[in-house]
């Protein structure tokens, strides 16, 4: 792989790892009162 390809290649890995954040961060954010995803129930305990 050249300069260029793995300069590309670490922006788009680095960009999918934001989206992904930012994703589980959104629906955190806006899930309503009263419910645990099953991943909080499992660290909870």
Same mark, same amino acid.
């Given at each position: 792989?050249?300069?260029?390809?793995?300069?590309?290649? *670490?922006?788009?890995? /680095? %960009?999918?790892?934001?989206?992904?954040? &930012?994703? *589980?961060?959104?629906? /955190? %954010?806006?899930?309503?009162?009263?419910? &645990?995803?099953?991943?909080?129930? /499992?660290?909870?305990?």
């Amino acid at each position: 792989m050249s300069k260029k390809e793995k300069i590309i290649a *670490i922006c788009f890995s /680095i %960009s999918m790892v934001l989206m992904i954040f &930012s994703s *589980i961060y959104t629906i /955190i %954010s806006n899930k309503s009162e009263g419910y &645990s995803f099953r991943i909080e129930k /499992i660290f909870n305990q």
